[in-house]
């Protein structure tokens, strides 16, 4: 294997399945006892002054074991490549016998010499399960050493002895990994069933491989039907990066592209597989520090509908269990993707309903006006409340507030009937609130309409005197609040909400504004909440007005929204209207 591999010294000791299982021993420059012991038999046994457990990565060796070595290379256990003999049993696989270092071709120019005083050396391959090198167990000696044969058995048969513990590091390292990927699915199956957008799912899952798998970065990019990739997790990324890949043709040679356009898992394990397979990609890696990628195909039902992709910063080998992993963890984003497609759709075609329903305001010819409506934070995006205001003859204004039971689309399509039939009784009848709302409450009934409603009808009058006198009938709503001057009142009368029952006695109600007052209609979300008594939330609505007096009716509707602490919630949909009558 190790040993017929080709290519120069510097490729082979950045093999990216040698670094991988290196990293998988999790050992470093740090003493490690076990491998300390192995560096004690050696120095006793083959009567040498250093004896080391050296593993040799990328760009250094380091010494876990070791036992005879001075200072300052004792605290620091390791070394740059230019005092490694080790790298050498690395690249050959083979062991190196040195009887003088300071004459012999391979080494003579190596710092070690001088600065660790290598002269004898003997080091013998320490291999993975793969027969991957990942360093050696070596004798040093400090003066010229003719090794016997019975000496090199023994050095051969306690590396033998230190691979199997490299061996069953590695083993035990796999099977933790593979614990925390179980569990890693296990979580994602449930995180992500919980999310509703796509910068949820990409805050989710990249919440999840941390540590796990521990990316520098996961990208998501999905795929249009124009053929163009649209990167979704460009949030992430610098300004100067995630312009450069916003929106990019499939036909890119880049991991994500290939990967949606093959259907096929793409791994690159380290910076040369990026430039020869995804060179389109290789300037990004360069600029950002990574060093590889995995990314795999989101699958859809008419093929990939985008890939998920994660990079490192160092080489990164992706066995046969993270690659399950991997395109477990991207079938479950590809599912909820989906998922959150279909609900995107359904919110855009129901915020489209919405401002379908809620028309402007007329103008009126004194009165000044302005509504707000603000759904709760649900799926549907709309719910059941409503305003309106509808100008009749001889400078008359109908006003409407109303708010139909239930958080849904089928909330809002009763709210919509209640609304087209009460505007057609507006038009087509000169009759008080009270009378209005009792054909209402009768035209939906005969139809089949059963929604629970409750409702607010007024109508503004002008008066010569240039006041303008109200008069409402409340089926059940929340009592409107009236600022005149400084003072604060709610308008008290109320009757049965809409569907209680037949026959219902309502009642009108009349006051007469002056000029300059300011009448808030509004629904229930704007002042109750599920912890909180109502009172409450009127007496803030009350402190907002009088804060806020002398505002243009649509500021004061803004103030109002902004200063409901249930309304800034989103626990409950909430429509406001706002009028003031001339000053």
Not at 199 to 206: A, G, L
Not at 411 to 418: I, P, R, V
Request: proline fraction near 6%; hydrophobic fraction near 40%.
């Amino acid at each position: 294997m190790t040993g017929s591999m080709g290519g120069s010294p510097g490729s082979a000791l950045s093999r990216p399945a040698r670094l991988d299982a290196l990293l998988r021993t999790r050992l470093d420059a740090v003493a490690d006892p076990a491998l300390d012991r192995f560096a004690e038999m050696v120095r006793v046994v083959l009567h040498v002054p250093v004896a080391l457990v050296t593993l040799v990565g990328a760009d250094r060796q380091y010494f876990p074991g070791a036992c005879g070595l001075g200072e300052p290379w004792l605290g620091r256990r390791q070394t740059p490549l230019s005092h490694s003999f080790c790298q050498h049993v690395v690249t050959t696989a083979e062991p190196l016998i040195v009887t003088d270092a300071r004459l012999d071709p391979r080494v003579r120019d190596n710092l070690a010499i001088d600065d660790l005083g290598v002269v004898g050396y003997a080091g013998m391959p320490l291999t993975d399960a793969g027969g991957e090198v990942l360093g050696s167990l070596c004798a040093i000696d400090h003066a010229p050493r003719d090794w016997t044969a019975a000496e090199l058995s023994l050095l051969a048969g306690l590396a033998a002895s230190c691979s199997d513990s490299l061996r069953l590091r590695i083993s035990s390292y796999r099977a933790e990994l593979a614990s925390e990927h179980s569990r890693l699915l296990l979580s994602a199956s449930t995180a992500l069933a919980g999310t509703s957008t796509v910068d949820e799912v990409v805050d989710t899952v990249r919440d999840l491989v941390t540590g796990a798998l521990d990316p520098a970065y996961v990208g998501f990019s999905l795929l249009d039907d124009a053929g163009q990739l649209s990167l979704a997790s460009s949030r992430l990324l610098p300004n100067a990066v995630a312009h450069r890949w916003q929106r990019y043709a499939q036909l890119r040679s880049t991991p994500s592209a290939l990967a949606a356009g093959t259907g096929l898992p793409v791994l690159l394990p380290d910076r040369t597989a990026v430039g020869e397979r995804t060179p389109d990609a290789a300037a990004t890696f360069d600029e950002m520090g990574w060093n590889a990628a995995a990314s795999l195909p989101l699958p859809g039902p008419d093929g990939p509908i985008g890939a998920l992709t994660f990079v490192w910063k160092q080489p990164h080998l992706v066995d046969e269990d993270e690659q399950a992993t991997l395109a477990t963890l991207a079938g479950y984003v590809a599912q909820t993707l989906t998922r959150v497609q279909l609900l995107e759709d359904r919110r855009t075609a129901a915020a489209t309903m919405q401002k379908a329903l809620l028309t402007a305001l007329p103008r009126h010819e004194s009165l000044r006006m302005a509504a707000r409506y603000q759904p709760a934070h649900h799926e549907d995006h709309v719910g059941g409340d409503w305003y309106d205001a509808v100008s009749l003859d001889e400078g008359r204004l109908a006003l409407v507030i109303g708010d139909v039971a239930g958080h849904s689309i089928d909330a809002a399509a009763k709210m919509s009937e209640y609304r087209s039939m009460l505007r057609t009784l507006l038009i087509d009848r000169h009759e008080p609130p009270s009378a209005l709302l009792r054909r209402l409450e009768h035209t939906g009934r005969t139809l089949g309409l059963d929604g629970i409603a409750t409702v607010l009808l007024a109508y503004l009058d002008p008066t010569a005197a240039g006041e303008h006198v109200l008069t409402w009938s409340n089926a059940g709503h929340p009592p409107p609040s009236l600022l005149i001057g400084g003072e604060v009142s709610l308008l008290e009368g109320r009757d049965p909400l809409l569907g209680a029952g037949r026959r219902v006695s309502r009642r009108n109600h009349t006051r007469v504004l002056p000029a300059g007052a300011t009448l808030v209609l509004h629904t229930d979300g704007l002042v109750e909440t599920r912890t909180a008594p109502i009172d409450d939330g009127v007496r803030r609505l009350h402190q907002t007005l009088l804060a806020h007096a002398g505002l243009e009716p649509g500021e004061l509707a803004d103030a109002i929204l902004a200063g409901s602490p249930t309304a800034t919630a989103g626990e409950d949909d909430v429509a406001v209207l706002v009028v003031t009558t001339p000053g």
